[in-house]
């Protein structure tokens, strides 16, 4: 008798949800499924198969692919600079990404960081909170604030977060540029979508630069010194993608020098930054913890994806957001008209309907 063949799932640092757990095993009853956490990953990852999750801790992927046991991996981020070292690359390994899956989260996060930078909501809240000796410390204390409404706003990176931010950014914006390498079915919200050796006359023009651009060899420091001032004077730099397209230290200085108005962000390089380190004390800096996906139910939705791509697997159709062999070395799935897209394909498979409205 033949036995399963294992499938590793790993979506944080505990244990999946049995919920998850069930829905995955009613989907594929042909597996073995082994439901671990952080810290168990990198042994289980020698036993799989199959994997569906995250790796968020070291994993010696070398090792892992000169078994030649690993058929699929299924991840539950859009980011892939954790898995695709050059030995995955170079594998027969078929990888599948969750890009578009958490677009909703990161772009509202995104709009949400623009929108309180430029109307001053940090220094309020913190007046809010200030304690003082001064009885009449909660008087009003108006300052100045700034307007989204009629900016020019450039997108480098068109993928499923890019594609929507321009979608929640569109009513405040006067003109919306973007930028990817594979330039393909430009909205009609969208005022130009340029290949992304146009990223220079993107920065001369754009009032707010968004960023959501996956990390791979080729996009690791673009924004070093030199980019940084290619960027418009008083723009506003906006990263939801990974902390380290931005060199830190560039980015402080261009601020401190006021070539730049500010910057918002998701993500830092180091993440976290050190505890001296001049971002954090900057008035016209906001920094939040990575949390723009950080949704009570994206694991359901990250079940949604990998459940429909069983089906596809099983029956031989193609899978969502595989990543072709110029993929794997990019690090997100094209636009090519070969490969769905979760984002042009989610409202068909989603589970959001099911969730209650906490």
Not at 142 to 169: A, M, Q, Y
Not at 171 to 182: G, N
Not at 196 to 203: E, K
Not at 329 to 341: A, D, I, S, V
Request: glycine content about 6%; overall charge neutral; hydrophobic content about 40%.
């Amino acid at each position: 008798m033949t036995s399963k063949p294992n499938l590793v799932v790993c979506f944080r640092e505990t244990p999946v949800d049995e919920k998850h757990i069930a829905r995955i095993a009613a989907a594929w009853p042909g597996v073995n499924i082994i439901n671990t956490d952080q810290k168990g990953i990198a042994q289980a990852l020698f036993e799989a198969d199959y994997f569906c999750g995250h790796a968020k801790v070291p994993v010696p992927w070398d090792e892992v692919v000169s078994q030649g046991r690993l058929r699929w991996v299924q991840s539950s981020a859009a980011g892939m600079d954790w898995l695709l070292t050059p030995s995955v690359i170079a594998s027969d390994i078929t990888v599948t990404t969750a890009s578009g899956v958490l677009a909703d989260q990161v772009s509202e996060h995104g709009l949400a960081l623009t929108l309180a930078w430029h109307r001053n909501l940090s220094a309020f809240i913190l007046d809010q909170h200030a304690q003082t000796n001064n009885p009449d410390w909660r008087r009003f204390k108006r300052k100045p604030t700034r307007d989204l409404t009629e900016k020019n706003v450039g997108i480098v990176g068109f993928g499923g977060v890019g594609r929507r931010f321009s979608e929640v950014v569109r009513p405040f914006a006067r003109r919306i540029v973007a930028t990817d390498l594979y330039p393909e079915n430009k909205p009609a919200h969208v005022d130009e979508l340029w290949p992304a050796g146009r990223l220079d006359d993107l920065l001369a023009e754009s009032d707010v630069v968004f960023l959501s651009l996956p990390l791979c060899q080729a996009t690791r420091g673009i924004f070093d010194a030199a980019r940084l001032a290619r960027m418009k004077k008083g723009a506003l730099l906006v990263n939801m993608a990974r902390g380290p397209l931005v060199d830190s230290d560039a980015l402080a200085r261009a601020i401190a020098s006021e070539h730049l108005a500010g910057a918002v962000m998701d993500v830092t390089s180091p993440e976290p930054l050190p505890a001296g380190h001049p971002l954090w004390d900057f008035p016209q800096v906001l920094i939040t913890p990575h949390v723009g996906g950080q949704i009570r139910w994206r694991f359901d939705d990250v079940c949604d994806i990998f459940c429909e791509n069983v089906r596809r697997y099983l029956n031989g159709e193609p899978l969502i957001n595989r990543l072709s062999p110029e993929g794997k070395q990019l690090g997100f799935p094209l636009r090519n008209g070969e490969t769905p897209l979760w984002i042009d394909l989610k409202s068909r498979y989603s589970t959001r309907g099911n969730h209650s409205a906490d």
